[in-house]
């Protein structure tokens, strides 16, 4: 099963705290997803919702036994979770899309519709996560003590996130850092300077553990909105929710 595969990996000693939290932040949410399927390469994250909004469960296809793909699927399912905006991974207040159209099993017909409306409203959000896969590519290009294999994963990860940075931000970041665990990064430090390869751990894990703050600090907001209903949305904006 795929959260054994995630809970296993949990169970490593020496995982940093941000790391732990984040792998216990989607072990939680093994109960939202509604079906599993195993594909030999990629993955995705379906969402079906409630007729009376909101998120009601999940379709994931994943690799199954690849820790970081399913944790990567299960990102985008937190993401969601936390911001229940079509998978954008950040809190767009400013965006107007139109009402989601769902078919018989609550799949959004229009989710790219609805995308491209928080993607032109959230410019500013984009540009700042645009900036640090940047300087996250710097890191993994300068460490040397990666293979040339494991570089070239990494910038390519970090590439299809800079191709989509408002959906696949969160994903790739933390996949990234759990490829570096699995590969047995960051290493002891022997000498007086530090392996550049621990840099770019270091550099990652700030980043996941700022997108996980971030995805907690939305959940409030999300919650008030599916409380309060689609009909007041005028009084959310006053409040400072929308």
Known sequence: MSLQAVQTFRAKPGLSPILTRVLDEVIALGPNVMSWSYIPTSGSAACRYSRIGGPSGYDIRCQQGN???IVHELIHVAVNEAYDQDFINFHCPFADPPERKLNATGQCLNEATRQDVFFRAGQASIGAISSKLGELTQWANAASELTQA???MIADKLLYGARSPHT???TV????LVWLVEWGYPKKQSGVLKPVVNALYEE?????GAAYNDRRAAKPRSKLKAMIGPQAKAR???????
């Open 236 to 242: 959310r904006a006053a409040m400072g929710y929308e």
């Open 168 to 170: 696949e931000y969160h």
């Open 204 to 208: 990652l894990e700030k980043a996941v």
């Open 67 to 69: 820790v970081g793909n």
């Open 173 to 176: 970041i933390t996949q990234t």
């Open 150 to 152: 494991q570089r070239t």
